[in-house]
Each structure stands twice: as C-alpha cells, then as structure tokens.
C-alpha cells in the first residue's frame, strides 16, 4: 500500500549565470502577498498573534526563518519546538522555548533558529484566519524560500493505523483538487496542488529513514469530523453503513488516502502567495474498519511522533547537518 522510492528532488532555489559573471546567483524566491492595500497600512495588525508591525521589527525576528510547521493541537507544536531544538543541538533548553503568541490564546508559535511551530486549531476557518496572518508575518519579515508543512493527524482510507501519507492534491468532497472560497457572495475556486518536489524529498527521507510506511496519494479535506467524513458514530447520521462504504470505496478510486479538515485552504493559499508546501499526516485508523479510534495512547503517541520525526530528517538534510 505504500511507496519507499522517491525520483530526486530539486533542493536548491532557482539559479541565474549572468553574462561575464563565472558564478551562479540565488534568486531568493520571498514571500508575497495578494493584497494591494496593505502597502498603504501604517501599521498591520497581526490580532490573532498578538504582534504588529508598529510594536514589534518583525525581519529582526523573524528574517531568517526557513521552515514553518503548523499543527492543529498547541501542545503538540510546543512538543514539535521541543524536539527540533534538540535534533538541531541548538544551544538553551528545549523545555524553556517561549510561546511568542503568549498575549492571546488563539494560537501558539515558537521560533527555533530557522524553524517556526504554529498551532493552527481545527478545521478550514481556523486555519484560514492563521494562514492570512502567518503569510502576512512572513512578508513582513522579508523571509525567502520558506518551506511550510502541516503536520497532523487524519483517517486513513485504506491504510494501516501508523501510515503517514504526504499529500500530493488535497481534494475536496467531490474528489476535485480545488479549494471553494465564498467572497462577496461569489465563489471564488483555486488550485490546491502542493509543490512535487518537497513530496518527493520527504518521501525519500522516509525511506533512508525505514521506520515507518509512509506513501504519496491524495488528501480529502472536509468541513466536519462526523457527517463530513461518513462516520455512523455522530450526533447524527442521515446515511446508511453500505452508503458510507461506497462512498469511501469511490474516495479511494480516486486516489484520496486520507481525510482530514485543513489541506484544501493550506494548499491553496500556500500556492497562491508563492511558498512550496506540504501536509504530513499520520493515519491513526483505517476508515473502511471503523470510525472510532481504539488504538491504545501509547500507540497513539508514538503514531503523532511520526510526521515530526520525518519532518525534522528532512529540515536537518536542508540544512546540512545531514549528508
């Protein structure tokens, strides 16, 4: 059910070999923004972070950050600071990482060196108002060739328990690679591919890794954790048990491994504004076997640690520390 061989993957920002010049110049690919009337803003409110481009230098905090994670649950990006200030050997103690989103308690967010970890809540409008926020955070700062990953957690669709799955199209409900916005009463549609080339490159990391099946297919993200995703186990249920298989049967057809609630506006903002992305999930249950998760927490825990530990290999690999 799962791939280990990956085709190599381009690690290194677009080059120009000027006329009369024997060396090669990085085109630093920056951050953008598509909002015409920020550029007119004397200042830039960042509510939900609790940061501001009046109050805080935003490049002096946060020009060098190379790679972003996100993550649904708050504890676990504190736990994710954590563990890449120690894969990193980063100087300071890991338990002492400051939550720089301290003044609110809608998200959370922790620089270590050139890696930032964001909760970004549950579902599309939670993750949304933090994406709108942490691009804008990112420009700001004048960051280049960031690198953003969202890191979670998902039901498997034909999967073992324990698989993690880097999304090559989020979905939507109707299997459709696309991400529905509605803006002023209109529907706005845009593209939810996620950059080839750092799927490819965390692929292979899985596999110089081998400890885990991890497999490339399609992501369907849905507005609800019960109904949205077929399960018989809500407060409701307007379907039977044999619509629900065929349902899941049709999802798998067309290539949809997983089902979560974040990926189609991740990647379609993602995409917009310029930054390679990528989902890393774990399935923590195979759908067609059930709907509730019966795992015991221990295995559970050690399921959740996947997706950082392949994350952290292939920061470490970008950034050198691993040949």
Known sequence: MFVLKASPAVMAP????????????????????????????EEDILYHFSLSTKTHNLPEMFGDIKFVCVGGSANRM?????????????????????????????????????VL?????????????????????????????????????????GLAPGTVVVTSKAVDYSFRPQFEQVVLGKVITRSTELDEGVANELLQCSAELQ????????????????????RLDGALCSFSHEEKLEYLRKAYEAGVRNIEMESTVFAAMCR??????????????????????????????EYQQRPQVLVSH?????????V
């Open 14 to 41: 677009i080059l120009l070999n000027h006329a009369g010049n024997d060396q090669n110049e990085y085109i630093k690919q920056h951050v953008q923004v598509k909002n015409p009337y920020l550029d007119a803003m």
């Open 78 to 114: 504190k736990a994710f600071a954590q563990f890449i200030h120690q894969e990193l050997e980063l100087p300071g103690i890991p338990e002492e990482v400051r939550d720089i989103c301290e003044g609110t308690d809608r998200y959370c967010m922790y620089k270590v060196g050139p």
């Open 117 to 157: 970890s964001v909760s970004h809540g549950m579902g599309v409008p939670s993750i949304s108002i933090m994406l709108h926020e942490l691009i804008k955070l990112l420009h700001h700062a004048q960051c280049s060739d960031v690198v953003l990953i969202r890191l979670g957690t998902s039901g498997g669709v």
């Open 211 to 230: 400890s885990f099946p991890t497999m490339i297919g399609n992501t369907m993200c849905t507005h609800d954790f019960y109904e949205g995703q077929g």
């Open 272 to 301: 917009v504004c310029g930054v390679k992305a990528a989902v890393v999930c774990v399935a923590l249950l195979n759908r067609f076997d059930g709907d509730q998760i019966t795992s015991p927490h221990d295995v559970l825990v």
């Open 314 to 322: 292939f920061i470490k690999k970008r950034l050198g520390h691993i």
